[in-house]
């Protein structure tokens, strides 16, 4: 049983509490661990479970069937593009560290922009007003910038 302290919503506005309240949460095992070990299992699980669970609404969605190849090949490169849009939402420093994939997708990779090319320079034409576009080319600029230079 792991006890919780319920925030009081009213203490801000100058209400305190008479009496401190609790939420319990319950949780069953069959090992035998101590409860504050049981209990950081069931926690580490649980972050686990988000990660599968993005994984599964993601690329293990469209899994090929029938292979045992393509499949073991399928979700090698769906933990690498995992892992990569993870690192994207973290290089971009805009808060979507902990998002979804499916959120990082919408917000930073499927951006809808225009490539004009002129005197052999690319140049990406951004929306205007896009609420994601100073993380982007935080991104942009952190993917391309020279590399520092080695201490010797």
Do not use: C, Y
Not at 11 to 23: E, I, N, P, S, V
Not at 58 to 83: C, D, E, K, Q, T
Not at 107 to 119: D, F, G, H, Q, V
């Amino acid at each position: 049983m792991r006890r919780i302290p319920e925030l009081n919503k009213h203490k801000l506005a100058g209400q305190a509490t008479l009496f401190d309240l609790h939420r319990f949460h319950a949780f069953f095992t069959t090992s035998t661990l101590d409860t504050d070990t049981a209990d950081k299992t069931h926690r580490a699980h649980a972050a686990i479970e988000l990660v599968d669970s993005d994984l599964k609404s993601s690329a293990l969605a469209h899994m090929p069937s029938g292979v045992f190849a393509a499949i073991a090949a399928w979700r090698v490169l769906a933990v690498i593009a995992f892992n990569l849009t993870r690192a994207t939402a973290v290089a971009a420093g805009i808060g979507l560290a902990r998002a979804t994939t499916a959120t990082i997708r919408r917000k930073l990779i499927n951006i809808p922009t225009r490539i004009a090319s002129s005197a052999r320079r690319i140049t990406l034409h951004l929306p205007e007003n896009w609420p994601w576009a100073t993380g982007w080319t935080h991104l942009f600029d952190h993917a391309f910038a020279p590399p520092s230079p080695t201490p010797t």
